[in-house]
Nanobody, 124 residues
Framework: QVQLVESGGGLVQAGGSLRLSCAAS????????MGWFRQAPGKEREFVAG????????LYANSVKGRFTISRDNAKNTVCLQMNSLRPVDTAVYYC?????????????????WGQGTQVTVSS
């Protein structure tokens, strides 16, 4: 059974940092692009960052570019999101996902596996 488990969320003050991790089990995803999404209360789930299978190519939403860094360790079947200079608007539940359909990183429908999410709260 495939499982994605996120960890590392929490409460942080504006300007602070958090590092999210996503551990995959049940199969190896080293050949699959992966992404991080977030969903704030009352809003749609939105793309945050994506990374290709080898880790050599990344993509970021404009809102996090320069502040967040996505990385992966295929030997450990994990993907991480380093979040720096956090802002209150970054408050959301963050999800990792595996992209199983070729196409845009931005489209949630291209992802076949999702974690349960981890809460990130940034106080002002």
């Amino acid at each position: 059974q495939v499982q994605l488990v996120e960890s590392g969320g929490g409460l942080v003050q504006a300007g602070g940092s958090l590092r999210l991790s996503c551990a995959a089990s049940g199969r190896t995803f080293s050949s699959y692009p992966m992404g991080w999404f977030r969903q704030a209360p009352g809003k749609e789930r939105e793309f945050v960052a994506g990374i290709n299978g080898s880790g050599g190519s990344t993509l970021y939403a404009n809102s996090v570019k320069g502040r967040f860094t996505i990385s992966r360790d295929n030997a450990k079947n994990t993907v991480c999101l380093q979040m720096n200079s956090l802002r209150p608007v970054d408050t959301a539940v963050y999800y990792c996902a595996v992209r199983v359909i070729s196409g845009s990183y931005f489209h949630t429908g291209n992802y076949g596996y999702w974690g349960q999410g981890t809460q990130v709260t940034v106080s002002s």
